[in-house]
């Protein structure tokens, strides 16, 4: 045990020698320091600080006032002599401090000595109670400091004077905060509906009840009137972090310290308010859920997807919009009613079974089905089901999502309708194409010019110019005849001189394939028969049409008319006629017989001028 003190101001030895006897009988190591002249008790202020003091009235007389507020929270003793009763009492009185009233016999001194021990005891045990509460402190303070919300405490005036360790989570230091009004870390737009001088303002004179009390920071209200999840912004510290743009949501539990924090006063006879304690836990990521939940809602309800959510019993608990409008079903038939029983009556018996099986299983499921609406109205519809799983990995919710694809159900009919079409329309050519070709092989020209390799090769590359060309265009039955004779020089004479040049004098002549092809194809040949060798000069062939506008799509569908293709070239040679030198003008040639072969398909024929060859025909109807 610590040594413990007393100082002794009196000139009674007996106190003295009682004291030592009585501490050497306690076995307590005990300084006892004694003043027994008013001259050591004047200096009784400046002396170390002790655990009890006695003093006595007689020695000390008028001083003892100054001796006791000099002493501060020493616990003290005085004695007096009868007739100083009033004075003892006003020193119990303000100071707290004990008495003993002198007997002439003397016999108080013993007194003194048990009055001393009992002091130095309950210093003893208001020591280890102070421990006891600083060690709870820190205990405390530790259990705060380790919590991620924010624990204020402000004065009355709205200043904190204390701040958990978790305020570092707005970049703030809990020092720096010490001594600030809590209007540091509250957003400025919050700051009028939290704060109670600005509040109480609009409710003044209106009884709210504690479920429409307003809600504060610096509350002042207990049990049921206090605030509780009152939701406010938080002002960052500049700098600290990546979010300092955006503050931090928090809700705000603040009540009075009226219960274990003791923040009113109730040690005096009118309790007081001494400030607000609260709890600010950080709700951001709530919120910002809460968000993204509004807004799957919102877009949820948008949509044109039916969508449909149940449990794991596969009992509805949501759908939305689109789902009542494309199955005609109203929400109270909806609402509650199990998914199976739902779509039974909408599909067929044997889909029914199948989507019992999904709806009880655990993989995704999805198909294409016909349903039937309350209506009647049958529809396509894609349906989707999927299985949401929980910790246990067991199915707690079905997702169903529903698309009505009838539209598109109807345009693949078309597709494979005009796919179906368009095979015919390729067989039709690939038949034409083969008759032309037959139509060339029974010409009976002389060997060298109508049946060599490169004249066999150059047919062949025509018609498949033309069949490219068709196909290339996505109109079937047609040909534009200017972009077959734009293509012609590259894809079908490129083996042959360079010294010819063809003019294309034709806008957007459009033939039905059966005209088409023989006439190409003619046309092919009788520029093929007029290009120059590579001994000669340059020649221009100029291709165009006559009449203008006899095939040229001004009349209706199903018009016939007489038109031909005019082909018109230069001479070549030294001074020799064109007509002399073309092939195709001279009677009988191989190049006319087949040029007037392939025009007999077209009820044409090949009409010679000198430098023209004119290509007649009758178009024939589109299919």
């Not at 230069?570 to 002399?580: F, L, Q, R, T, Y």
């Not at 003008?585 to 060859?613: F, K, Y």
Request: hydrophobic share 35%; charged share 30%; glycine share 6%.
């Amino acid at each position: 045990m610590a040594e413990q003190t007393v100082h002794l101001v009196t000139a009674d030895t007996r106190v003295v020698s009682d004291l030592q006897e009585a501490a050497r009988q306690w076995d307590v190591p005990l300084a006892i320091s004694s003043h027994a002249t008013p001259e050591e008790a004047t200096r009784i202020s400046d002396l170390p600080e002790s655990d009890v003091v006695v003093i006595d009235t007689d020695l000390v007389g008028p001083a003892l006032e100054d001796m006791l507020v000099s002493r501060g929270a020493a616990r003290s003793i005085v004695l007096g002599s009868p007739g100083s009763e009033g004075e003892l009492s006003r020193a119990h009185a303000r100071h707290g401090s004990e008495f003993l009233l002198k007997d002439e016999g003397g016999h108080y001194a013993l007194l003194v000595a048990s009055l001393v021990r009992k002091l130095l005891r309950d210093e003893d045990r208001d020591e280890t109670t102070r421990d006891i509460i600083r060690s709870s402190e820190d205990r405390y303070r530790s259990l705060v400091d380790a919590l991620p919300d924010i624990v204020y405490r402000i004065d009355p005036n709205g200043y904190f004077t204390f701040v958990n360790e978790s305020v570092r989570t707005l970049g703030y230091e809990p020092s720096a905060l010490i001594g600030q009004h809590f209007s540091t870390i509250v957003d400025g737009a919050d700051l009028p509906r939290v704060s109670r001088r600005k509040v109480l303002r609009d409710f003044h004179g209106r009884d709210t009840g504690p479920a429409a009390a307003p809600g504060l920071f610096d509350e002042r209200r207990t049990a049921d009137r206090r605030t509780t999840g009152l939701e406010i912004r938080l002002r960052r510290r500049n700098g600290t972090s990546e979010h300092d743009e955006a503050p931090m949501i928090a809700s705000l539990i603040s009540y009075g310290e009226i219960t274990a924090t003791g923040q009113y006063r109730t040690d005096t006879a009118k309790r007081y308010f001494i400030g607000t304690v609260g709890i600010i836990r950080d709700i951001s990521e709530r919120k910002r859920s809460q968000q993204r939940l509004r807004q799957l809602s919102f877009a949820i309800e948008q949509i044109d997807t039916a969508v449909c959510i149940a449990d794991g019993n596969g009992v509805v608990d949501y759908a939305n919009p689109s789902f009542f409008r494309m199955n005609g079903a109203r929400p109270e038939e909806v609402h509650g009613a199990r998914l199976y029983d739902l779509f039974s009556g909408y599909v067929q018996e044997e889909q029914a079974e199948e989507l019992a099986r999904a709806l009880s299983g655990t993989r995704a499921w999805e198909a294409d089905r016909i349903i039937w609406t309350r209506s009647g109205e049958s529809k396509w519809c894609w349906l989707r089901i999927y299985p949401v799983f929980d910790l246990d990995q067991q199915a707690s919710q079905y997702l169903v999502f529903q698309d009505d694809i009838s539209d598109r159900k109807q345009r693949e009919l078309e597709l494979a309708e005009t796919a179906r079409s368009h095979q015919d329309v390729l067989r039709m050519i690939h038949h034409r194409v083969g008759s032309t070709l037959r139509s060339l092989s029974e010409i009976e020209p002389p060997a060298a010019a109508a049946g060599s390799p490169d004249a066999i090769d150059r047919r062949i590359r025509s018609q498949t110019l033309a069949h490219e060309l068709v196909y290339e265009s996505g109109s079937f039955d047609r040909l534009d005849l200017a972009r077959y004779f734009r293509a012609l020089p590259d894809v079908v004479l490129y083996t042959m001189s360079r010294r010819g040049r063809l003019v294309v004098e034709l806008e957007d002549c459009v033939l039905g394939l059966n005209t088409a092809l023989p006439l190409v194809t003619a046309a092919s040949e009788c520029i093929a028969s007029l290009w120059p060798t590579p001994d000669e000069h340059l020649r221009t062939i100029a291709i165009s049409l006559e009449p203008e506008g006899a095939c040229a799509g001004e009349g209706e569908a199903g018009d016939t008319a007489d038109a031909a293709l005019i082909l018109r070239y230069d001479s070549v040679g030294s001074g020799a006629a064109a007509g002399d030198e073309a092939e195709v003008a001279r009677e009988n040639s191989p190049a006319r017989i087949i040029i007037e072969s392939l025009l007999s398909q077209v009820d044409g024929r090949l009409i010679t001028e000198s430098g023209i060859c004119r290509l007649t025909f009758r178009e024939e109807p589109a299919r």
